[in-house]
Every structure is written in structure tokens, then in C-alpha cells.
């Protein structure tokens, strides 16, 4: 029997997440239906999309108050067409602002949820326990210590490691992406990812090039690898360059590629989200920097439960990379810290072991672990019939 999914991802992140989930469960039930809210990588999955998924970009408290009639809009619309269309189950991949008000329509309709990925409970967002406990009948989590927090609050929870340790070797290859980008092995190259959203690219643009510029002066010869996503953003970060009269630096973009800029990097400067976890995976030591409006700022922070934003320091407990934020991402702060990596071969070796450990933590089959938690609702005997093997 064919079984009919919805799902919804909604941003680069949860594409790349929810492309693996695609692939993981088609390979072990065939022909299994994927539709909802895609992009691209999901698409190339196999997965049909009803409405773009850059409509649900949003970042940051502010501007989804700007964007807010237009996301209830869309997310109306899609709880009414799923729950006509009866899909034998819902997977919400991140975007809680999202997805868990739409979970919970379909749940009260009947159609069972499934939500992918934790909404940062174990950070700021504690309080939304109750709220995921009414939308989901489970949830997925791809950190180990999430699931104990969802099992304490009575919430059905599955730890699944983290499908990029999986996809990432336990040793990245650094000499064949230094090869691919025609990197010398002597040369000083720097990663620069300011985020996958026009707006993250408005708040850090301007920032990731001045400092490159401070470094280019402190130590000429250093090369820049700045990966993008979109026409747009790559577009966007060229006005800039040209704005901030940067186009002197040795830089060049690369259309995606993060994962390989970051193993053949010396050092990264990172935009907090997931591409902190791809740099600690790809063993790239790095800073991580992030400034959103000083409303949505003082908004986090009230609701912090940790001193952390970067996941490598997250799943370290302590902090093992620089983070900057705010007030104190500058470029002169930006430069001493990379330099600091830069300088001291101790402390990037000391680096490597804590990431070696993440990596290992993190790797345990995903693939597997997803479609396992998953065949309940997928296999041919439907609810409690999970397949062998």
C-alpha cells in the first residue's frame, strides 16, 4: 500500500534535513508519497511542494511580525487542504513557529504528527513543552540529550542522531578539498558563511567583509571561500563587496558547496544555525557570530536557559569556539579571533578531539533510526505493525 506524507520544511536547514528523511524512509517503504512545503534538496528527493518554502524564511521576532498575516495565510490554507486530503501522517521538519500550530489543526483532526527536530527547548524555548505535547504524537530528536526532556513532560520522543555526522566521514578529507577549490597546502584560507537568508545576509554581510578585509591586511595571501545558496544572495554579498570597496580581497563565492569550503578551511566565520554543527563535523575551527535587531535580541536572551548559541558549544557544555554576538561582533573582535586559531596549531589540535567526540556521539545511523520511529504509521499493518530489520 501507498502511503501519503505531508511535510513541511522551512528553511535551508530543515531542506537538508528533510531531503535525508525523504530518501531514508523511500528506501525502506518504496513509493511512499511525499508532498507539502519542499525545497530544493527535498525536491530532488522525491518530495512535491504546494508553496515555496522561501515564503517561510522568515527570521527573527520582528520581521515574522511583518510577515505574520501573509505565513497564517498560507499555514490556513494548508491545514485546510491536509485536512481534507486525510495524509496517513504529518512530519513538521524544524520551523516550530510554524509547523506546531499547524500540527496541532491536523492533530485535533485526526491525522497523526510526527515533528522533526526539537524546537530549542533546552535553550530558550522550555515553555513550549505543553504546547508540542497538544500538536505532536511524537518527536524525532537529533540530539542526544533531547529526548530524556520530552519523556520527563510525558511527550513520545525518539533520539535519531543527526544525519550529517552520518554523511560526513569521522575524517574529513582537508587535502582533496584544498585540491577541488586549487587551495595550496601552504595557503591561509578562511570560510565565510553570513547565513542561507536574504536577511541574515542584510544583518552580516557588511561584517563578514570588513573583517576579511582586516585580515587580508594583517596577513596578506589569505583566501576567502564565501559558499551561497541562491542567485539572490550571491547577487546581494557582490553589491556589497562592491559597497564596502572590497573587491581587492581574494575571495571567492561558490554556489553551495558550505561543506567543502569548511573542510578545506583553515578557520570559519560562521552565522549561528546548523552550519556551526557542518564546521565542527568537518573539523573547521571556527567563530560564530550572529546579529538580529535589538528587539528579537532582548527577547531571546530573556527566555535563555543556556550561554550558548553555537551547537558545537551546546553538545560540548562549555565553550570550546568563540562566540561573538551583538554588540561584540566587530570586525576587530572578529580578526583577533580568527587570528587567535590562526596562530596557535595547541589549541586547534585540542579543537579536533572535542569535535571528534561530537561526531561520534552523533553518528548511529540515522537513516535507520528515522525510518524505524517512523514505521508505525508506514508499514502495511499501519499503527503497531513495525517491519523487521
Not at 115 to 132: D, F, K, M, N, T
Not at 206 to 214: E, G, N, Q, V
Not at 305 to 310: C, F, I, R, S, T
Request: proline share 6%.
Amino acid at each position: 500500500m501507498i502511503r501519503r506524507v505531508a511535510i513541511v520544511a522551512g528553511e535551508a536547514s530543515g531542506d537538508l534535513l528533510g531531503a535525508a528523511l525523504v530518501r531514508a524512509v523511500r528506501s525502506r517503504f518504496p513509493g511512499t508519497e511525499f508532498y507539502g512545503i519542499a525545497g530544493p534538496k527535498m525536491i530532488a528527493a522525491g518530495a512535491r511542494t504546494l508553496v515555496p518554502m522561501e515564503k517561510l524564511s522568515v527570521r527573527g521576532y520582528v520581521e515574522a511580525m511583518r510577515s505574520l498575516p501573509e505565513l497564517l495565510r498560507i499555514r490556513s490554507g494548508l491545514a485546510a487542504q491536509l485536512a481534507a486530503d486525510r495524509p496517513d501522517l504529518f512530519i513538521g521538519v524544524d520551523a516550530p513557529d510554524f509547523n506546531l500550530g499547524l500540527e496541532a489543526k491536523l492533530k485535533r483532526a485526526g491525522i497523526p504528527t510526527v515533528h522533526y527536530v526539537s524546537p530549542s527547548i533546552w535553550a530558550w524555548r522550555a515553555g513550549r513543552l505543553p504546547a508540542i505535547g497538544r500538536a505532536v504524537d511524537h518527536v524525532l530528536a537529533v540530539f542526544p540529550f533531547e529526548a530524556p526532556l520530552y519523556e520527563k513532560a510525558g511527550i513520545a520522543a525518539t533520539y535519531v542522531g543527526h544525519p550529517l555526522a552520518d554523511e560526513i566521514p569521522m575524517a574529513p578529507d582537508r587535502a582533496e578539498a584544498r585540491v577541488q577549490l586549487r587551495l595550496a597546502e601552504a595557503a591561509t584560507a578562511v570560510a565565510l558563511l553570513p547565513g542561507s537568508r536574504r536577511g541574515e545576509l542584510g544583518a552580516h554581510a557588511d561584517l563578514f567583509i570588513d573583517t576579511a578585509s582586516r585580515l587580508a591586511r594583517r596577513r596578506p595571501g589569505t583566501r576567502f571561500f564565501v559558499p551561497l545558496a541562491t542567485r539572490e544572495t550571491r547577487d546581494f554579498f557582490e553589491s556589497r563587496l562592491y559597497a564596502r570597496e572590497a573587491q581587492g580581497l581574494d575571495l571567492t563565492i561558490l554556489f553551495g558547496h558550505a561543506r567543502l569550503a569548511l573542510q578545506a578551511a583553515d578557520c570559519a566565520l560562521v552565522a549561528s544555525g546548523t552550519a556551526t554543527l557542518e564546521g565542527a563535523l568537518a573539523r573547521c575551527p571556527m567563530v560564530i557570530t550572529y546579529k538580529v535587531p535589538a528587539l528579537t535580541y532582548r527577547l531571546m536572551m530573556r527566555k535563555a536557559l543556556m550561554p550558548w548559541v553555537g551547537l558545537p558549544n551546546i553538545l560540548a557544555g562549555e565553550f570550546i569556539v568563540p562566540e561573538l554576538l551583538q554588540e561584540h561582533a566587530t570586525p576587530e573582535n572578529l580578526e583577533q579571533a580568527i587570528g587567535n586559531w590562526l596562530d596557535h596549531k595547541g589549541a586547534r589540535e585540542r579543537l579536533m578531539e572535542r569535535y571528534r567526540a561530537i561526531h561520534a556521539e552523533l553518528r548511529c545511523g540515522n537513516d535507520e533510526r528515522v525510518a524505524q520511529a517512523l514505521a508505525p504509521w508506514l508499514s502495511k499493518g499501519h499503527e503497531g505493525d513495525v517491519l523487521e530489520g
